[in-house]
Every structure is written in C-alpha cells, then in structure tokens.
C-alpha cells in the first residue's frame, strides 16, 4: 500500500471553533494545521522551518489586521509557487474577485464542508489546472496549448517552436532561455503535451522561489529526521514524477549541491532522498529554463560545466516581446478573447490605434506583462473597445499624450492616420481598410451593425473585406 503523504496547511484564523474544525478535516486527509492568529503572524512564519515546507496557505476572509486580498497578495509575492485559498461567507462575491485578482487559487465558502476542502486541498497541493471556482486569471487562461496554436509568426520564434516541436518526441533534457515574461513556461507546456510522456505526471518547480536549503528536499524529497524540522518522510518533484517530466524554471538559481543531485539524476537516473541509505532508478524528462544567459554564469563558475552541458542537449531562445512587435496585435486579440470568458469580464475589441500603441512600448516584462496591461485595461473598460486612454501608463512611458491619441482633433479621425510619413496622403484603399478595421473592433464583429453605422450592405460589407484582405474577426 502506497504511504500516505504528510503535507503541510497554515490556517489564518482567530476564530478558535473554526481552526479546531479546518484543523481536524485536514488531518483527516493527511494535512498538519498549524495556525496564524493574524496577517502579522503569518508573513513571519513563512520564513520558520515550518514555515518553509508549506503546501497551502488558507486565510479567513476576516482575517484579524488586515485585508484578505492584501494579504493574499503579499504572500504569493514573497512565496509565489504556494496556493493560496480563501475562507469566505455566502454571498461575498465582492471578496472572491478581489482575492482572484490578488493571486488566490480557489475559495470555499463557510460553513466548511469537509468534501470541498480537502477536494481543494488535495488538487491546489498537486497544482492541477483549470479547476474550482476561483483561480488566478493567469492560471485558468493559460492551460496547455499545441504548438500550432501558440500566437507568433516572427521568424526567430517560429524557428524556436520548430525545434521545440522536434525535440518533444524524444527524451532529451531540453533548455530554454529567455528573459522573464517570454513564454518559456508556454513552451515546455507544449513540449510536454506533444510527447509520448503526455498522459504521464507533469509537475513544475519554480528554483528562484524556495529557500536554497530546502530545495534539495523539495525535489528529491527526505526521510523523517533527515534534518531538523523533517517531522515526516516526504516524496520529492521528482520522484512523484516518474514516468513523466519535470519542468525546472529559473535553473540559473540552483546553489551548487542541488546541481550536484541532478548531475547524477542525469548521468544515472537516480535519485537519492535526504536522510536515505538508498538511491532510486527514476526515470524523468527534465526541461529546465533561465532567465540569464547560463553560458556566462559558466564561465564565472556560478554553474556547473557538466550539468550545463546535459540539460542543453536541445536549446531554445525565445526572443523578447520587442523583437516580435509584429506579434502583439494577434497576442492582444488572442488574450481578449479567453478574458472574456472569466467571471466579471466581457467580450471587448481593441482599435487599431491602442495597438499602435502598445506596439510602440518596449515591454520589459515582455509577453506576460502584456497580458496583465490587457487584464487592468478589460476591468476598467466601460466601452466596447479598448483605446489609448486605457493604456495611459504605457502612454506615458512611450511619451505619447493618450488622449491626443485617442480623440484626434486634426481631422484625422479616430484610430486613423491620413497621412504618410512623408506628409503624403495615404491611398484611399488603405484609409478605408483602417476604418472597416476600426468598425469591427468597436462593433465588437458585430457585421450588421458594423455595415449599418458605415452605411453600407451586408452584401457589400464583405466584398469589400475579401477585396481588402481583412478577416472578419480582424478586431
């Protein structure tokens, strides 16, 4: 019989009946409770030994000195991998997409049922996807996609996807790099799902975000009393793993015993648990990713030659959001379109002249942080479509004036430009292409409405589409 696991819960609570009921649920399925009367208690804990082998944190909706949202959103900043779940009355809808937006992964609601608790227990511990009520919009939107239906047509990340999607069907240890925001936990997601280890264990750890001394235990796990703390035998990343692949972000943060461990997981495949006599034979696909070029840390000796060399059997590079501008118009539309099935959210279309915009910003956080400027700009939008003026932030840092943008007094129009660089007019056909382009978009393809406000038919409305070139889901 398999050995049961013994995993860690920190309730934020000072209501003494709930902690002991939350607390004797838990325990029935295997969860160690230890309690936080208040937010100030809980943020110094995460840095105790308990602290540091947590699963899951639960706060209460009222939790004592603070803001459950706030709070929620302090600790995913400084433990960004540990789900966090949110205790909340009937009815607190207002709560819920608070702490949605400030990180949590699912709520329950109180009185507790033991069921929905340990179910939302169990599935934020094994990080499942696309489940509960409640989760980061991040999350729910990012499930896996194919590579076919990965958004980018620049040639460099094209090429990427082509030799990720090569590699997908073998074992080798592949390596990517990329600055923060690009994409490459998108890209291994794929490689995953296109490999013959797809129906098999898919668990990702984030290196940057555990404390280097604990990171050994996290991924090839210990035996009870392998240090002080270790109250109970735990099963690493890896091992929990077997048959499958382990996807290793930030791998430039590793501190060199725990690049030791892997060297031999990829010379021998085994593994050897803190505190075990034994070694293990396990048999894992490791995909790793960096944020920093490793070939330099290499060379300063911050990372080991050997174990650079076995995870970079396949390289990839995803190139930065402003390498691939011509990308940000199908990203924003694509990003749009999956908002607008979340909760508290609609379908909205985005002028040409927003994307001008946005292609114009240089996107230092690259592909995520767009998506997170089009998440703010969808909640405050009050129209059909986003414009500049949802975008003032990164108006300003372009230095461009949004509502000058936005609202052209020139006679320029709305979105559209009359003119070429040179002072010439642009031709007819281009103006006119911009404008059933912007229609759309403020119509939200909406093609009756679209042909009645340029008054124009149906009928004509699409010739002029197949004779421009324009889809009709162009906005």
């Known amino acids: 019989m398999a050995e049961k696991l013994i995993r860690s819960l920190m309730l934020v609570d000072d209501e003494p009946a709930q902690c002991r009921l939350v607390s004797a649920i838990a325990g029935r399925a295997g969860w160690r409770t230890i309690v936080a009367r208040d937010a100030e208690t809980a943020i110094a804990m995460l840095g105790t030994q308990d602290g540091m082998m947590l699963d899951a944190i639960l706060i209460d909706q009222w939790v004592p000195s603070a803001d459950s949202a706030a709070l929620i959103a302090e600790l995913k900043s400084r433990r960004p991998a540990l789900p966090v779940l949110l205790l909340t009355a009937i009815g607190s809808n207002d709560s819920a997409i608070e702490a949605m937006r400030a990180g949590a992964s699912d709520y329950i609601i109180k009185p507790v049922a033991a069921e929905r608790l340990i179910a939302a227990l169990s599935i934020a511990a094994d990080h499942a996807k696309d489940f509960g009520e409640l989760q980061p919009l991040t999350e729910k939107i990012a499930h896996p996609l194919g590579f076919e239906e990965i958004i980018g047509s620049a040639p460099a990340f094209r090429s990427a996807l082509a030799i990720a999607a090569k590699a997908a069907r073998s074992r080798a240890p592949v390596l990517i790099e990329g600055e923060g925001g690009v994409g490459k936990e998108v890209v291994a997601d794929a490689i995953h799902a296109a490999s013959p280890r797809a129906r098999q264990p898919y668990l990702k750890i984030n290196c940057g975000a555990i404390a280097p001394n604990l990171l050994d235990s996290v991924l090839f796990g210990h035996e009870k009393d392998a240090f002080a703390g270790a109250f109970d035998r735990r099963v690493g990343i890896i091992q929990q793993a077997e048959n499958g692949t382990v996807f290793l972000d930030e791998i430039d943060q590793l ?63 995803i190139p930065p959001l402003r390498e691939r501008t011509s990308d940000i118009p199908a990203l924003a539309r694509h990003f749009l379109g999956r908002m607008a099935s979340q909760p508290g959210l609609r379908s909205l279309g985005i002028t040409d002249e927003a994307l001008s915009l946005l292609k114009a910003y240089n996107w230092p956080g690259n592909v995520r942080q767009l998506q997170s400027a089009l998440f703010r700009a969808a909640v405050l939008c009050d129209r059909d479509a986003l414009t500049p003026d949802e975008f003032k932030q990164i108006a300003t840092a372009v230095g461009v004036r949004s509502a000058a943008v936005s609202t052209s007094n020139d006679g320029n129009g709305i979105g559209i430009d009359l003119y070429e660089e040179d002072g010439n007019l642009r031709p007819l056909e281009e103006i006119e292409a911009d404008v059933i382009r912007l229609a759309i978009g403020h119509y939200r393809g909406r093609m009756t409405e679209v042909a009645r406000r340029l008054g124009i038919g149906r009928s004509t409305l699409y010739r002029k589409l197949a004779d421009l070139g324009i889809e009709s889901n162009a906005a």
Do not use: C, W
């Open 255 to 317: 501190p060199t015993e725990t690049q030791i461990r892997l060297v031999r997981l990829l010379t021998e495949n085994e593994i050897q648990p803190l505190g075990s006599p034994h070694s293990y034979r396990i048999d894992v696909r490791i995909l790793s990713a960096s944020n920093t070029d490793l070939a330099a840390k290499l060379e300063s000796g911050a990372f080991r030659e050997d174990l650079y060399y076995r995870m970079n059997v396949v390289q990839l590079r």
